[in-house]
């Protein structure tokens, strides 16, 4: 069996390409998560870009502003966890079982 470096960094100059264009799409995916029973709920994409917090009037006309920052802060943290575990998918499609290349940057 030959050995063929050109082949090799041909492959991984088109795997660094294929994950360029994942990160890419990333930013156009859209997660959504609520807390309080959907009295807040955030939109953000899987490139972490928050684009969106709806807050119920309910919590509003309440008047208890702690709670309302505590659903917002549940929410986004929500929103972040689906965006980064729907990421990870994504990257793992490309990266799977590769070995750990020095030099090589497949991280998101």
Sequence with gaps: M???MQNMLSQAKQL???LEKTKSELA???VRADAGAGMVSVEMTCA???LKIKISKDVVEMNDIE???DL???AVNKAYKQAAERS???MSKL???LPNIPGMNFNM
Excluded: P, S
Aim: avoid cysteine; proline fraction near 0%.
């Design 88 to 90: 990870n998918e994504e």
């Design 28 to 30: 156009h995916i859209v």
């Design 2 to 4: 030959k050995f063929d």
């Design 48 to 50: 972490n870009e928050l």
């Design 16 to 18: 660094q390409a294929d």
């Design 67 to 69: 709670m309302l920052e």
């Design 72 to 74: 917002v802060v549940a």
């Design 95 to 97: 990266t799977g079982m």
